[in-house]
């Protein structure tokens, strides 16, 4: 069983940062692959960033060169540096990773609004 469980989501002004971190347990955590992924309201959820055991990192097109994950192995956390927000990012935000099936945390809402 893997728990996730984010924070760090609030109330930004445009232009502004945020970062997210999300806490998983278990040992499988070093050998997983990571993800965040964005639900907005009526919208579909969409996959914002991911990163491997290994630390490679890949991005949707939407928040490339805003965004920033990581991860810190020892801690067993995954972290979202989320930079130049706009009203477009408003959405819950959710960690995810897979390990004989899909475990999500409970999500953190973001809003960008001034």
């Known amino acids: 069983q893997v728990q996730l469980v984010e924070s760090g989501g609030g109330l930004v002004q445009p232009g502004g940062s945020l970062r997210l971190s999300c806490a998983a347990s278990?040992?499988?955590?070093?050998?997983?692959?990571m993800n965040w992924y964005r639900q907005a309201p009526g919208k579909q959820r969409e996959l914002v960033a991911t990163?491997?055991?290994?630390?490679?990192?890949n991005y949707a097109n939407s928040v490339k060169g805003r965004f920033t994950i990581s991860r810190n192995n020892a801690k067993n956390t995954v972290y979202l540096q989320m930079n130049s927000l706009k009203p477009e990012d408003t959405a819950i935000y959710y960690c995810?990773?897979?390990?004989?099936?899909?475990?999500w945390g409970q999500g953190t809402q973001v809003t960008v609004s001034s």
């Open positions: 278990g040992s499988i955590f070093s050998i997983n692959t």
């Open positions: 990163i491997t055991s290994g630390g490679s990192t």
């Open positions: 995810h990773t897979k390990f004989y099936g899909d475990f």
